[in-house]
């Protein structure tokens, strides 16, 4: 067999393996989204230095007036939020505070928190952010397990660094 035709033969199997794998990936990226990750996942990885995670709370920012005395904190984000949560109402960015929109980043791996898990409003999300897992049982199911929890408005994080720890 020539050299030429050898190396064109090399060339189509590369090309196409290429392809193959692209394909599995994108796949495994498709399915890892429909995976929604536990609370306890959350807090452990929250608390390893080594990942990088955001995580964006697509509940109401606050509770109107007329409806406050039948409101839960979970409810809403002011009420209580997981520590670093960027508020991020309904998935719509004309909602989000304007201190915050800065903080949103599309392509760091993403946790979408709920009131409880809301599968709708993740699909929504999570066309917004690739690499998006939801919060099984959203914040009422942080709430229930007794993890740290934030009261209040958003507060963008030091722009020292300096980092924390849950």
Known sequence: MSPKVERFIYISVIVILSFVLLSFGKKEI????????TVEELYEELGNPKVNIQIIDVRPYEIPE????????????????????????????SKVPEEALPHINPHLPTVIVSRDGDM??????????????????????????????????FEPPASDGGGGCL
């Open 30 to 37: 498709e399915l890892s989204k429909q995976i929604p990750i």
């Open 66 to 93: 007329e409806e406050e005395d039948e409101a839960e904190d979970t409810d809403y984000y002011t009420g209580v939020h997981i520590p670093g949560a960027i508020p991020f109402p309904d998935c719509d960015e």
């Open 120 to 153: 709708e409003i993740f699909k929504k999300c999570a066309q917004k952010f690739p690499f998006a897992k939801n919060l099984k049982g959203g914040m009422v199911a942080w709430d229930e397990e007794g993890y740290p929890e934030e009261e209040g408005e």
